[in-house]
């Protein structure tokens, strides 16, 4: 009998292959690692036969391996095997079945046996020593049910044939979730949440409307790449609740797929919701959740070590702050990938974003020297791009990292500067993080140290009328253009 959680089927036969050829090549785990640019811990998982590895790490091991495309091939058929086995459309195996070896079902086919497409045997009545031994059952009997079976199985197979949907249509709806995810920080937050709802109506309702498992496993992700959208504006509109619940949506929706870098994107902004109000410990519990999901890229793991950084900061941990805050620096050279992370945008964490991030982690921990260089770095490499690739409230966040670090060091000038950048910024772009970073610059502002200075004279009440001006709620529920579906 198998264990439970052991591999089987093709997954049990690819970790197999790795085994043997690993051996009979001398190398190790390690070795795969560095000739691969993949992480250790997901080799290690291929070869136990833990997960069934991605399309690009299965290349790769053939490749490194030379095994002329049978590890691809195996890892194409243990997916398929997973993604049915989650839709419930393979038979479960006998006793019997699950008894036999894998050698021993390879010599099926000579004893006169059919194995199915999947690599599992028909059910077997009896076996004996390291053979399957056919009983001779009543020929009547298993003729009827035999032919009473296949017409079910049949009638099971046309239905599903007819009910799928074209492969354009799809298809349509992840160019729109890439683009409105490219394009977050360009548009406003509350046209940013209305698309992001509208695809996560289509991905939701098409999802109804099939059952062939690529569709499905392709939807599944695109919903929770809608959810994940959703809560990252509704975060910004500072609406935290529902942002969580998207938030927790997305990460389901990665797990019922077993993808780990939406689960990882979807724990990040449960970090950084839970930081938000002020509760810096669940904070560091999701930001921990995140690191340990299988197959995130450098990108994503640069979003996650900047979010961490600052839960660590919120929590009073310096050390470990410091230590994520020069993780994420550190993550600069994009050797690993996921499909996720590397659409960017809102998906994504760029250098200038990281360095803004970073800004803030600092303050937090008192050191604003740091904290000027790290907003400046981010406005450098933000000046840098084209200016229809600066997002107005990253840019804004980074002014605003800027002008409370400058008052931290004395510099009432220059902090008036890098507000006045701040206070232009358009109120439908005005988000969460950059109205608590001004707040934060008000309450600054009225010690003693400052209240008199005459540089920033008047700013006090310029920033009570421009943080009262908000996106409006209201905005959310206006009709929008309804989505093609074909």
Known sequence: MLAEGEPNGALAELSALLRHVIASKGTNNSELARRTSYRRQQIAEAV????????????????????????????????????????????????AAQDVETADLRLMPAL?????????????????????????????????GA???????????????????????????????????????????????????????????SL??????????????????????????????????????????????GQTIEFGPLQ?????TLAYIAYWQRRPAEGVRHALAAAEAPGVGTVGRRRIAAIAGRAWAHLGET??????????????????????????????????????????????????????????????????????????MFVAQAQADLANARLACGDADGAAAALDAVLTLPVSWRGTGVIQRVNSI?????????????????YGDAIEDWAAMVPAQADLIRPVAPMTES
């Open 442 to 458: 008000r309450l600054r502002l009225v010690t003693p140290a400052f209240a008199q200075a005459q540089a920033l004279r008047g």
């Open 264 to 268: 990882a994107f979807a724990h990040g």
């Open 112 to 144: 006169g046996r059919r194995v199915d497409a999947a690599g599992l045997a028909l059910p077997i009545p009896q076996v004996a020593g390291d053979r399957a031994a056919a009983s001779d059952p009543d020929p009547v009997t298993a003729t009827g």
């Open 208 to 253: 109804e409307r099939t059952k062939a498992p690529r569709q499905l496993s392709r939807l599944y992700l695109l919903a929770g790449e809608a959810a994940a959208l959703c809560g990252s504006a509704c975060f910004d509109l500072s609406l935290l609740r529902p942002a969580a619940q998207f938030a927790r949506t997305a990460a389901l929706y």
């Open 319 to 392: 050390s470990q702050a410091r230590a994520a805050m020069a993780e994420a620096e550190a993550l600069t050279d994009s050797s690993e990938h996921d499909d996720l992370h590397d659409i960017d945008g809102e998906f994504g964490m760029t250098i200038e974003r990281m360095l803004m991030s970073n800004a803030a982690t600092a303050l937090l921990l008192g050191d604003a020297e740091a904290a000027c260089t790290y907003a400046q770095a981010a406005l450098d490499q933000y000046s840098a791009l084209p200016a229809e690739q600066r997002p107005p």
């Open 48 to 95: 136990n036969g833990h997960n069934v590895p991605s399309e690009g790490l299965a290349k790769k091991l053939d490749e490194a391996l030379d095994a002329d495309g049978q590890v691809i091939a195996l890892r194409d058929q243990a997916d398929r095997e997973r993604k049915a086995r989650r839709l419930n459309l393979l038979l479960p195996r006998t006793e």
């Open 147 to 205: 032919e009473m079976t296949a017409r079910k199985a049949s009638e099971h197979a046309t239905d599903a044939a007819g009910c799928s949907l074209p492969d354009l249509t799809i298809d349509q709806l992840d160019d729109d979730l890439r683009h409105l995810a490219a394009q977050y920080g360009a548009i406003t937050l509350p046209n940013a949440y209305q698309q992001a709802q509208a695809l996560l109506d289509v991905a939701q309702r």
